[in-house]
């Protein structure tokens, strides 16, 4: 049963054409497509942002009206934080997480295949309803009563609540699939002290994601309750409670941003290490950081509710709690600055976007210290200092990181190079822009401008600063041009990037670029933290795997002892099918709670199908033909001892 | 610096001078922090930069001890912050109450309602968008709102308070020198939120008492025809269904008191001056002024649109 290569690439391709596409459940092709959504999202977004600019460059602009703008602010908000910015990240655990653990296939591919499917519904659904005049209005964290029935007829925060609902479907999908691909997929000898730091921080996420997001189902179904059958959990005069919802939604939503950033420092770690040329310095020290921030980032919720009127003793406790959590932080910081301090730095363009993230991401930092002080959080909430602040956080912790993992990444998804001068450009233009955008709305801010407003009188005095924010806007729009541009040139005529341009140091980089249908002809073993620097080079690899049917080694979860191999399901057109199903329920439950009853008809059919019994080689498990140990434990033998 | 009606950095009151303090406090530990931060980043990528190979990371006890120190510093930073915190919070919150003038404030899309707190009922004052204050005195304003949140911000004088639907809460503030500060709605409150502003006129004892005085009054009779007409107009119209003059028979309670409403420097919110011109567009049109406003537009000829402002602008 030794593998034949063409017979295993056979095994894991797609088959050809629309079918084939329609069909796939390969990791690294749901991975691109959650990549590639996320960007189409992050630029009409973005394209919003620019619109909402141009209207606030000067007082009283005739440009445009509340009820336009507060779609755009709305629906701004909305798909970045649930349709780029998690997605995003998620795209790239996708991708990454199985070929950096030296997997064959991420866990439940089908699974991911059906999550990515209700992110894409999702998406269509939002902007088919904005261009439809019927984006969300009343911002991306829609209040009631604002959003109950009485003060909004329309259909408008039906759409964001229930655009809510299919992104967590999604994002609590590619979740458990991370969760269990890291638990249980790990090469042999990836002991937990050996798993790459952008793994533990997608794992870590995960987690998050699975305990933040039933806050907001809870949330956004209990409003689209009372909007649709009167439920009255938020409509005061019935004995609802319109506090509820805040609690609810921030329970989920401060969390949001840890889910967010998370991943970024998974990604600056990642790429630090790298250009470094020296593993991370106190890699137990930023896991536990990771770790304590995940757990703290659930108890910090209230400082976004400060001006609610919390009783001093309940309000200390979240201040104290909001000013904690950036100890780990801190603690990252200084670890990222000794792996350079003490490494052989090589400035390639991830590392400009790097410098840009250390900029921009302590000041948000520094700021978000001076949200969790009471007095001074209920003189700034609602104002443009805490648009300054969430911009330079997640644009800081999030966009520059994606952006840094752009470049570094694009060589081994596309297998060729970015220009490196490109790269300067970019990078220049985007942090000048962002930097010119941002920094005067902390001064705005302080100056009495409240965020979420259309427009305002001249006599404020906020003209002059507005038109400085916005001309930065045309900046940061060059900068992301510059890089997209460049893409779209190197996809075919960059450099060929070969299997390890960066000579970094994780699993993905012993594969080729682009990797194979089945990510590696023999998965590796690994017997170190940096297989490419570390291992020796005779490290022994999986064999034993059939290759007529898509075989995975599924490994236990502390020392990666192989335990029992398992068949991996085949493309299947089922998982669309269901998302189909599922998507016209969603839309159908807007208008009337029966969608709920007729439209779980179909997705039951669908379902059945998806799990249709299957034959031992379509699925099930085998035991593992080794009956004893295959490989010492991490802590029982020296490196070399490996088999 | 550009001029502003409104700012947090130029308090005129405890509450806002205890917060600014904080504010300059926080300002010049994070500059320092952050100065320092990057300026490590920069040099360790300097250094990393000119190295011919990276530290073994065996030789990484010195830099261990350096991080540890990081670290420890900036925990200690981090809790004098939160020090500086606890005792600002304290502060803010610990204003006396003797003497406080009370005012009860209920938000309404798009605009403030403010009611002097009396024992006799009949002594009440209810008046809308222009809070005036003693200097000196604290206030207590007691918040809470009719239709969806809004939030209470008066930068110069104190943080904000969200005024939400079936909750009363409570709020403090003080101010030290006469003057008009500039306050707006700062939690999203639908279509007309941006121009939901109000002004509160900090003034001494005795002309706040008088002016308490002139508003217990009823409306005065109209001096000149044109008023006299304008008031028919008013009192025959669909304006008294959300209107009240006191001392006529319009007593809705829908919009804005308008009984002593040419005492008010602004309508509409702040957003229009109480000029007979200004008046006269807001009633013609205030969709076009304020669009998705409650107000709807009234279908009254150009004459009496004129003799309604002369009314109301004379409604001292």
């Known amino acids: 049963m030794l593998e034949d290569p063409q017979e295993l690439e056979e095994t894991w391709a797609d088959e050809p054409g629309l079918w084939g596409w329609l069909c796939s459940v390969d990791h690294k092709a749901i991975g691109r497509r959650y990549l590639g959504t996320a960007t189409v999202m992050f630029l009409l977004a973005g394209g919003l942002a620019a619109l909402m600019r141009l209207q606030l460059s000067r007082p009283e602009n005739p440009l445009m009206g509340p009820d336009l703008y507060n779609q755009l602010f709305s629906t701004h908000g909305t798909t970045m934080m649930f349709l780029f910015a998690v997605p995003v990240m998620q795209g790239l655990g996708v991708y990454f997480v199985p070929l950096m653990v030296g997997a064959r296939s991420i866990a439940f591919p089908r699974m991911v295949a059906y999550s990515y499917w209700m992110y894409l519904g999702g998406c269509i659904f939002l902007y088919t309803s904005l261009f439809l005049n019927t984006g969300p209005d009343v911002g991306w964290f829609s209040y009631p009563p604002l959003s109950e029935q009485l003060f909004d007829p329309t259909k408008r925060p039906d759409v964001w609540a229930q655009m809510i609902t299919w992104t967590e479907v999604a994002s609590l999908a590619v979740a458990v699939s991370i969760i269990t691909t890291t638990f249980k997929l790990r090469a042999p000898g990836m002991a937990l002290n050996r798993i790459p730091m952008f793994v533990w921080a997608q794992v870590v996420t995960s987690f998050m994601v699975v305990f933040a997001m039933p806050a907001v189902m809870m949330a956004s179904t209990a409003l689209i309750l009372d909007r649709l059958v009167a439920t009255h959990f938020f409509d005061v005069d019935r004995g609802g409670d319109a506090l509820l919802f805040q609690h609810l939604f921030w329970f989920f939503g401060h969390p949001e941003v840890y889910i967010i950033f998370i991943p970024g420092t998974g990604i600056v770690s990642t790429i630090i ?87 921009v991401f302590l000041i948000g ?14 003189q700034v909430h609602d104002t443009f200092f805490v648009v300054a602040h969430f911009h330079y956080v997640l644009i ?63 006599e404020t005095g906020w003209g002059p600063l507005n038109l400085v924010a916005s001309s930065g806007a045309l900046f940061m729009t060059a900068g992301v041009i510059v890089v997209l541009l460049d893409a779209w040139r190197a996809r075919h005529a960059g450099a060929l990037a070969g299997d390890n341009p960066w000579a970094a140091p994780t699993l993905e980089w012993t594969t080729s670029s682009p990797p194979a249908h089945s990510n ?27 290759s007529d049917v898509r075989d995975v080694l599924v490994t236990h979860l502390l020392d990666t002892e192989p335990d029992h191999r398992s068949v991996f399901p085949e493309p299947s057109i089922w998982p669309l099918l269901t998302a189909i199903a599922t998507s016209v329920m969603f839309i159908g439950s807007i208008f009337t709670a029966w969608a709920v009853v007729y439209g779980s008809i179909p997705i039951f059919i669908t ?37 | 610096m550009t001029a502003v009606l409104q700012s947090v950095l130029d308090p005129a009151g405890p509450q806002a001078a205890h917060i600014s303090w904080l504010w300059w406090l926080m300002f010049w530990v994070t500059t320092a922090v952050f100065l320092v931060v990057f300026a490590l980043t920069l040099a360790a990528v300097w250094r990393g930069g000119r190295a011919q190979a990276a530290i073994a990371d065996t030789a990484d006890k010195p830099l261990a001890a350096a ?86 911000w008066v930068p110069n004088l104190q943080g904000k308070r969200d005024l939400i639907p079936g909750i009363m809460s409570a709020i403090w503030l003080q101010a ?88 008010r420097g602004k309508i509409a919110s702040g957003t229009l001056q109480t000029k007979p011109d200004d008046v006269a567009q807001w009633i013609r049109d205030p969709q076009h002024v304020k669009p998705g406003s409650q107000m709807p ?20």
Not at chain 1, 334 to 344: R, V
Not at chain 2, 223 to 251: E, I, K, M, N, Y
């Open chain 2, 297 to 316: 537009p009234t279908r009254l000829t150009d004459a009496d649109v004129q003799a309604l402002s002369e009314y109301l602008v004379n409604l001292k």
């Open chain 1, 365 to 378: 930092g520094l700021t978000g210290t001076m949200l969790a002080a009471v007095p001074l959080n209920i």
């Open chain 2, 176 to 263: 030290d020198r006469p003057g008009v500060y500039r306050g707006q709605c700062a939690e999203f409150c639908g279509k007309q939120h941006a121009h939901m502003a109000f002004e509160v006129v900090a003034e001494p004892d005795a002309q706040f008492e008088r002016w308490l005085d002139a508003q217990r009054q009823l409306a005065s009779a109209p001096q000149s025809a044109a008023a006299s007409h304008g008031r028919d107009v008013f009192l025959t119209t669909q304006c008294v269904l959300c209107h009240t003059v006191r001392g006529t028979p319009a007593a809705g309670k829908v919009g804005p008191d308008l009984t002593h409403v040419g005492t």
């Open chain 2, 67 to 152: 991080v540890s120190f990081g670290v420890a510093l900036t925990v200690v930073i981090l809790f004098g912050l939160l020090g500086a915190t606890m005792w600002t919070h304290r502060a803010v919150l610990a204003l006396g109450a003797e003497s406080a003038v009370t005012v009860n404030v209920t938000g309404h899309q798009f605009w403030w309602e403010f009611e002097y707190d009396e024992a006799v009922p009949s002594q009440r004052v209810t008046t809308a968008n222009e809070l005036h204050i003693p200097v000196g005195r604290p206030v207590v304003l007691k918040v809470t709102s009719r239709d969806v949140i809004h939030s209470f």
């Open chain 1, 273 to 359: 290490t790298t250009f470094s040329r020296r593993p991370m310095f106190g890699y137990l020290a930023v896991v536990l950081s990771l770790v304590s921030t995940a757990f703290i980032g659930f108890g910090l919720w209230v400082h976004h509710m400060f001006a609610t009127g919390v009783p001093q003793l309940g309000a200390s406790f979240f201040t104290a709690a909001s000013i904690i959590i950036a100890v780990p932080t801190g603690i990252q910081f200084f670890c990222w600055i000794a792996t350079m301090w003490s490494g052989k730095v090589e400035l390639k363009s991830p590392m400009l976007w790097m410098l840009g993230f250390f900029w």
């Open chain 1, 396 to 458: 800081g912790g999030a966009v520059f990181p994606l952006f840094a993992a752009f470049y570094y990444w694009y060589p081994k998804i596309v297998g060729r190079m970015l220009s490196e001068r490109a790269a300067a450009w970019g990078f220049g233009l985007f942090f000048i822009g962002f930097n010119t955008t941002f920094f005067p709305m902390h001064i705005l801010g302080l100056h009495g401008m409240p965020r979420r407003i259309y427009t305002y009188l001249p």
């Open chain 1, 607 to 643: 379902m059945v199908g998806w799990f249709w019994p299957k034959s031992p080689d379509e699925g099930g498990t085998q035991p593992w033909p080794a009956t004893e140990r295959t490989l010492p434990l991490p802590n029982e033998a020296p490196e070399g001892a490996m088999p």
């Open chain 1, 520 to 546: 590696f002809l023999h998965p590796p073993t690994v017997g170190s933290a940096y297989p490419v620097w570390q291992d020796s080079p005779d490290q022994a690899v999986v064999v034993g795997l059939r």
